[in-house]
């Protein structure tokens, strides 16, 4: 009731001896004579496998999801591009975003 943090300092609980503590706990370890060392995954050959190197190419790719976790309401998203070209992402980016990012602060 009349300690003051500030004056006092931090208050620490008095320690009691206690001739009974043998040290901090620690779980027994139990040898095991099976132990091979830490486990990797086996590789195995996989004889169908092909190299695609167009596997992630979309030609016609019509649609973008985003999935959102908002804190705070009235985030907006606008302006959104998708491409491969960022000097073409950079104009976008100046002709829009560029033109009213101080505004939007």
Do not use: C, H, R
């Not at 620490?12 to 027994?28: D, R, T």
């Not at 649609?63 to 950079?90: H, R, Y």
């Amino acid at each position: 009731e009349d300690w003051n943090d500030e004056e006092d300092g931090a208050w620490e609980p008095p320690m009691v001896p206690n001739p009974e503590f043998q040290g901090a706990w620690k779980a027994k370890k139990i040898k095991n004579p099976n132990y091979k060392g830490k486990w990797e995954a086996p590789e195995i050959d996989n004889p169908d496998y092909k190299p695609n190197a167009e596997l992630y190419a979309f030609n016609d790719l019509k649609f973008v999801g985003f999935e959102l976790w908002q804190v705070k309401s009235g985030s907006i998203f606008d302006n959104i591009i998708v491409t491969d070209d960022f000097k073409e992402a950079e104009e976008l980016a100046n002709e829009t975003w560029g033109k009213t990012k101080v505004q939007e602060k």
